[in-house]
């Protein structure tokens, strides 16, 4: 999965340093189907979370990956 996240050293902008945790706190929602506030401290700030699952959704990162994947 990680070639196919944005974040990359390689990539324009930040480095993203926790993809893996993001993905896993994404995970966890669709899991338990738990609202963006519920989502544990682990995982990080639910609001960061939140827009960073938003902006991927309007760059079609989800959708790239999702392909991949397939």
């Given at each position: 999965?990680?070639?196919h996240l944005p974040g990359k050293r390689m990539d324009p902008g930040r480095t993203a340093v926790d993809s893996r945790l993001f993905v896993e706190?994404?995970?966890w929602l669709a899991r338990t189907g738990s609202p963006w506030r519920d989502l544990?401290?682990?995982f990080g700030n639910w609001n960061s979370a939140f827009v960073r699952f938003?902006?991927?959704s309007k760059r079609?990162?989800?959708d790239r990956l999702f392909a991949a994947m397939a």
């Open positions: 999965m990680e070639p706190a994404v995970l544990p401290e682990l938003s902006r991927w079609g990162v989800w």
